[in-house]
């Protein structure tokens, strides 16, 4: 609440555009930003709890001090100086490939890391990409970004479908990290990894204190500032758990959002402004349709749990 109080003193408040659904016009002024509260519980509670002597751990406060650090860069120049839009989508597309590739680069550097693909169902193919690694891992990383932005268009709705894949996240990195667990249920031991757990719990329980408060009617937005990180740090979670591909499943309410976008701007171009969906991303589609906010929020969160599910059978399914 106090931070609530103070980015509204400081008149951090989301402008929002007249051209989307007529119901978010009553949102305007809802401070934004939270974003970097969320980082900022992230940072202190891993400090706390987590071996600050792992390698992944630092590479996921390097993902998150960076993805931050664009996200902060873009709502900074949008809120606070309002001199512009913001970062131009270009500039801001490009600053993410290029912190995915450095990201990506470390990862694959790592003395315990291999170049495999796990694919999900499937226990005996796990093809070696090499050193085409690091632009696929940088396409996980930078795509589950995007996707998790553009998913943050209604309130508890990204956060809400995060919470659920870093926590199944969690108990893939359990996995991973433990030798006789790993081994039984025929995962592939990723020594040090288990360490991603202490940070996916961290970030369930900073998703969940922001939930609390972005539930609808939401007294704050995370703004780019969470969105853009939060999404980064899933990417690097699922190219270090080895679950990359599984991500496509797991995330598959993030891909649909992003899918939506894709398939209406390319279609909308080609046919000189014709739409499939009423608005893209799609939760814009479902409430133009008049599902109210909320029916569409605790639709797309029961989609994301039964994603979630099935994804956890994976680790006996195969
Ligand atoms: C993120 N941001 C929200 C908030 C949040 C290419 C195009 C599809 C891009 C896309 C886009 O800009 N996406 C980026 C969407 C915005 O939320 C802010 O942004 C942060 C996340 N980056 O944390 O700070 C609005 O979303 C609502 N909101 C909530 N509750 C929340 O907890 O209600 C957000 C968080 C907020 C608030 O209203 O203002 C956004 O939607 O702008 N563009 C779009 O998504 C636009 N779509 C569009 O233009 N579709 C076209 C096609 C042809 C491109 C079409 O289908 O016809 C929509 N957004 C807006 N107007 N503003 C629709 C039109």
Redesign the pocket.
């Known amino acids: 609440p106090y931070t609530i109080r103070m980015l509204r003193g400081m008149q951090i408040g989301?402008n929002?555009?007249d051209?989307?659904p007529q119901s978010?016009l009553s949102?305007q002024g809802t401070p934004?930003m939270g974003g970097i509260l969320i980082l900022f519980t992230t940072l202190i509670s891993t400090l706390l709890w987590g071996n600050l002597s792992n390698h992944y751990v630092h590479i996921l406060l390097l993902s998150m001090l960076l993805f931050g650090s664009i996200g902060f860069i873009d709502d900074y120049t949008k809120q606070i100086r309002k001199v512009n839009k913001g970062l131009t989508a270009k500039g801001k597309f490009g600053l993410q490939i290029l912190c995915g590739l450095f990201i990506s680069y470390l990862i694959y550097k790592c003395p315990d890391f291999d170049s495999k693909l796990t694919i999900p169902f499937f226990k005996n193919i796990s093809p070696d990409l090499g050193l085409f690694y690091i632009p696929f891992a940088t396409l996980v990383i930078v795509g589950t970004s995007n996707a998790v932005?553009?998913t943050?268009?209604?309130?508890?709705?990204a956060i809400g479908s995060f919470i659920v894949a870093i926590v199944t996240y969690m108990i893939f990195a359990y996995v991973a990290g433990h030798v006789q667990i790993a081994q039984y249920l025929h995962v592939r031991h990723i020594a040090n990894a288990g360490e991603i757990t202490v940070i996916c719990g961290v970030l369930a329980g900073a998703g969940l204190g922001f939930l609390w408060f972005?539930a609808h009617p939401?007294q704050i937005?995370?703004?780019?500032s969470?969105?853009i990180p939060l999404g980064g740090m899933l990417g690097v979670i699922a190219v270090i758990t080895k679950q990359e591909i599984l991500l496509l499943l797991l995330g598959g309410l993030f891909v649909m959002e992003a899918m939506s976008?894709i398939l209406?701007?390319g279609y909308?171009k080609m046919t000189n402004g014709s739409?499939i969906?009423r608005?893209?991303?799609l939760h814009?589609h479902f409430e133009l349709k008049g599902w109210g906010e909320t029916k569409v929020v605790v639709r797309f969160w029961i989609i994301s749990i039964v994603l979630a599910l099935i994804s956890l059978s994976t680790l006996k399914i195969r």
Not at 152 to 157: C, F, I, S
């Open positions: 989301q929002i555009q051209d989307g978010h949102k934004t932005n553009l943050d268009g209604l309130d508890g709705l972005n939401a937005f995370m703004g780019d969470g969105s976008v209406q701007v909308f739409r969906f608005m893209a991303p814009h």
